[in-house]
């Protein structure tokens, strides 16, 4: 991490604490507001992208991850015959229950792969964290990381992480990874920005609101910034389908 991100996580420790001691003098009860600011209803179909759904094993001795038509005529693991979730099984003992999480994975007619995420926090801030703390634990190198401008018709473009991945072993390819934050009626690219407004919202209203957590996932050529292109073209693609509707 760099001095400016290091003094800027600090400033934001010493904020967040400062927060903290006010909620604890004023006291009162939080007051958790229930709408999400995205669509939960992942699309069939992106572009030329087709929609796949993606079962998890939670059987211990197995826990593969299965496309729906892969699965055995009563919906169950093809391998030990277990039962299947939409969520891993790591997932589910660490998030708190009422985390909310969507995936599909996307193919398009060249084969090319697109996994989406949707995770929507509940009452809890540790259900939503930093990818660049869980992404290293699961064994890939951030070799790099940049904002993306997303062209949304009729507003200013959408902000987007992009961090650019490799194993930390041998094993496995390189893939990209992007990724925005929504909730109380914004949208930011940054984890930190997003701890502000919801720490704000907690200690000086005692309002309590549910961030969703938009991630894409895709293969990449180290030897190449395609990818870049390819996610931003399919991330413009995908936003409409997941706006809210206007409020009436």
């Not at 991490?1 to 934001?12: A, C, D, F, H, I």
């Not at 015959?81 to 891993?88: D, K, L, P, R």
């Not at 992009?162 to 390819?173: E, N, Y």
Request: aromatic fraction near 8%; include cysteine; proline fraction near 8%.
């Amino acid at each position: 991490m760099t001095g400016s991100r290091t003094r800027g996580y600090l400033v934001l420790v010493v904020a967040c604490v400062a927060l903290t001691a006010l909620a604890v003098w004023r006291g009162g009860e939080l007051t958790l507001h229930n709408e999400v600011d995205v669509r939960l209803t992942l699309p069939d179909q992106v572009g030329p992208y087709e929609a796949e759904d993606v079962r998890f094993c939670h059987t211990e001795s197995c826990l593969r991850s299965w496309r729906t038509d892969e699965l055995t005529p009563e919906g169950r693991c093809p391998v030990c015959g277990g039962e299947v979730f939409e969520i891993s099984l790591a997932e589910r003992r660490l998030l708190p229950a009422d985390t909310v999480i969507h995936r599909r994975r996307y193919v398009s007619p060249r084969g090319e792969i697109m996994d989406v995420s949707i995770t929507v926090s509940g009452m809890e801030q540790k259900s939503l964290h930093r990818p660049q703390q869980c992404l290293p634990a699961q064994g890939q190198v951030i070799e790099s990381s940049q904002v993306l401008a997303v062209p949304v018709p009729g507003r200013a473009p959408l902000g987007v992480m992009l961090l650019d991945l490799r194993p930390a072993g041998s094993a496995g390819g390189c893939s990209a990874y992007a990724y925005w934050f929504a909730g109380e009626g914004r949208e930011t690219p940054y984890h930190w920005q997003r701890l502000w407004w919801m720490s704000k919202a907690r200690v000086l209203h005692q309002q309590a609101y549910r961030w969703a957590y938009v991630a894409v996932a895709t293969t990449r050529d180290p030897s190449s910034a395609r990818h870049i292109e390819r996610l931003r073209q399919f991330m413009a693609a995908l936003y409409p389908s997941l706006a809210p509707p206007p409020a009436p």
